[in-house]
């Protein structure tokens, strides 16, 4: 037998400190749930998220964390941070939150669930701040669904010194790992000469000839690609008239593949040849802009492990890893301190992401439910980290490969 509550089982460890997060949850669902329902209500854009920011931003200061609004580059970006009761010297837990939304969809991706619940877990902790020492570090990080804004925090030096970082995820299922490709967004613009389509054709030099060229060019590309990798784009300017040559066509693509190496040594380079090639059979110029993207992700099996053992007290079950990922920048943090990014089950299965379908879900009493659930459950891993420092070793170990 042994005093230490890491000899215990997972679940069992430190379940009245447990009680109380979930019990602050609680006493705060009206606050978290409405931030949850206004955001989904004002979907805003890739580093656009001027109000959810700011709504974010003002429901953690008014509990007791010392905000940054905007820190770092980003407009969007919120920090805030919170020292415990038993001192500063202790574990630094980064909670991280989403709030952007995709183009002409809303909160597809359900991402209003995610701000809320960062926002809840982060409530929860400071409201038992006289349980633990160290300090939980609240990072509402903007532009996941485009340009990568974790990457961009990573190189502002915004997650030094964190010892873990988590984020929930919304999802049909529940999964604590999931396999997210690596994957860059890349616009591509050709530019041409205008003409008259009909009088004086053989003037002009037809930009959409070479989108044309690159979408056939792309989708051949595509079955001699291995199967962990996707190309997939959308034709954003396609000209203006039936009667003028296009002079100028833009395309939004994204490259993705599950082996990281892959990607950074065949794909990138061989989607900028098609590129090439399809502005040289138009006879017009080419721009190929990579946004800088997402990584593979680096999994950690202890942090993981504390939460599959509390999701399990609350009837949550993890299904193994998800098999259908598609890419996030939460995979980028992976590599600089150990992280999770759960799923958990808002809707009925199957309910694809990114669709109006999951958008509807993503406000519904489910999905309430849910947000309260991870709020829980990201407050009580934390506490696991926070009043366990052996856990915190435990991971940068596993994290470092060591042993
Ligand atoms: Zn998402
Ligand atoms: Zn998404």
Not at 224 to 243: D, F, K, M, S, Y
Not at 277 to 303: L, P, W, Y
Not at 365 to 377: E, I, K, V, W
Request: hydrophobic share 45%; aromatic share 6%.
């Amino acid at each position: 037998m042994t005093d230490s509550p890491t000899e215990l089982a997972p679940a069992l460890a430190f379940a009245p400190e447990k009680t109380r997060a979930a019990d602050a949850v609680e006493a705060a669902r009206d606050e978290i749930l409405e931030l949850s329902h206004r955001i989904h209500a004002n979907p805003e854009p890739a580093f656009e998220e001027v109000q959810a920011a700011t709504w974010v931003a003002e429901a953690v200061g008014r509990h007791g964390y010392a905000v940054e609004h905007p820190v770092g580059s980003l407009a969007t970006a919120v920090r805030g941070r919170v020292t415990g009761g038993k001192g500063s010297d202790g574990p630094r837990i980064g909670i991280l939150a989403e709030y952007d939304a995709l183009p002409g969809l809303g909160h597809g991706c359900g991402h209003n669930t995610m701000a809320a619940s960062g926002v809840g877990a982060a409530i929860a902790l400071a409201a038992v701040r006289d349980l633990w020492a160290g300090e939980v570090v609240f990072l509402g990080t903007p532009a996941e669904e485009r340009g990568s804004g974790k990457a961009i925090m990573i190189r502002e030096g915004l997650f030094e010194g964190l010892d873990a970082a988590l984020l929930y995820h919304p999802c049909d299922r529940n999964h604590v790992e999931i396999a997210p490709l690596a994957s860059e967004d890349v616009t591509v613009t050709f530019t041409g000469l205008q003409s008259h389509a009909a009088s004086d054709p053989w003037k002009g030099r037809n930009a959409l000839d070479a989108m044309i060229a690159l979408f056939v060019s792309v989708g051949l590309w595509r079955q001699q690609l291995p199967t962990h990798c996707r190309v997939h784009g959308i034709i954003e300017e396609g000209g203006t008239a039936a009667n003028i040559i296009p002079d100028r066509t833009r395309a939004w693509f994204m490259i993705r593949s599950a082996d990281q190496r892959y990607y950074d040594d065949v794909m990138r380079g061989r989607f900028v040849q098609l590129c090439e090639a399809a502005a040289a059979a138009a006879d017009v110029e080419v721009s190929v802009e990579f946004s800088g993207g997402a990584s593979t992700m680096k999994h950690n099996r202890a942090i993981a492990d504390r939460w599959n053992a509390n999701a399990l007290t609350h009837g949550i079950a993890d299904e193994g890893m998800d098999p259908s990922s598609g890419s996030t920048d939460m995979a980028n943090v992976s590599w600089v301190v150990p992280a999770i990014h759960p799923e958990l089950s808002i809707t009925e299965a199957p309910t694809p992401g990114h669709s109006t379908e999951f958008r509807d879900a993503a406000a519904r009493p489910f999905a309430d439910r849910t947000t309260l659930l991870a709020a829980t459950l990201v407050a009580q891993t934390a506490l696991d980290l926070l009043l366990d420092p052996s856990l915190v070793q435990e991971a940068w170990r596993e994290f470092r490969g060591e042993g």
